[in-house]
Antibody
Framework: EVQLVESGGGLVQPGGSLRLSCAASGFSFSNFAMSWVRQAPGKGLEWVSGISGSGSSTYYADSAKGRFTISRDNSKNTLYLQMNSLRAEDTAIYYC???????????????????WGQGTTVTVSS | DIQMTQSPSSLSGSVGDSVTITCRTSKSITNYLNWYQQKPGKAPKLLIYAASSLQSGVPSRFSGSGSGTDFTLTISSLEPEDFATYYCQQTYSTPITFGQGTRLEI
């Protein structure tokens, strides 16, 4: 079964740091681009960051640039999001999501984000 | 950034009804448009990719159409389990962006 399981969320003070993890199973992890998507309480979905299968290419939303770093360890089938200088507006459920295709011929996520984790909650508050 | 305008923001329907949700983008994205369903407390679920392709396992009452800047998601003959929030998403360019969501209520 294809599965993504996030962990690492919690309560952190403004200005603090947190590292989220997403453990993948059931598919050839290194062949697929991955993303982090967040959802603030009562709000819509916001893409945060993405990474290619090899890890050589990374992409960020403006809200994450300079503060968040996405990475992956293909030997451990794990995706990470290092979040620094956290702000109250970063409070959200953070989901990891898998590209629907291992082929990048049509670009990332042409086939959508087909598998999502259950999410991990990050609360930034003093 | 590509802006997404999804409408309506909320919609009421009854079991058996047909409903349509629209998504407009600020520039042409050819068919790099996906649709998701999200139920309270759950992760989003992919329904439609590439504007009109049905994701495996999704009932055929869901359909998508459009290209360029205008897209629609149609649910024919609503079932009780279809009452949820729906999002469009463009993956033509980064940053990937989502519509603001459409809440489908009974």
């Amino acid at each position: 079964e294809v599965q993504l399981v996030e962990s690492g969320g919690g309560l952190v003070q403004p200005g603090g740091s947190l590292r989220l993890s997403c453990a993948a199973s059931g598919f050839s992890f290194s062949n697929f681009a991955m993303s982090w998507v967040r959802q603030a309480p009562g709000k819509g979905l916001e893409w945060v960051s993405g990474i290619s299968g090899s890890g050589s290419s990374t992409y960020y939303a403006d809200s994450a640039k300079g503060r968040f770093t996405i990475s992956r360890d293909n030997s451990k089938n794990t995706l990470y999001l290092q979040m620094n200088s956290l702000r109250a507006e970063d409070t959200a459920i953070y989901y990891c999501a898998k590209d629907g295709s291992s082929s990048s011929a049509l670009g990332f996520y042409y086939y959508g984000m087909d598998v999502w984790g259950q999410g991990t909650t990050v609360t930034v508050s003093s | 950034d590509i802006q997404m305008t999804q409408s309506p923001s909320s919609l009421s329907g009854s079991v058996g009804d047909s409903v349509t949700i629209t998504c407009r983008t600020s520039k042409s994205i050819t068919n790099y448009l996906n649709w998701y369903q999200q139920k309270p407390g759950k992760a989003p679920k992919l329904l439609i990719y590439a504007a009109s392709s049905l994701q495996s396992g999704v009932p055929s009452r869901f359909s998508g159409s459009g290209s360029g800047t205008d897209f629609t998601l149609t649910i024919s003959s609503l079932e009780p389990e279809d009452f949820a929030t729906y999002y469009c998403q463009q993956t033509y360019s980064t940053p990937i962006t989502f519509g603001q969501g459409t809440r489908l209520e009974i």
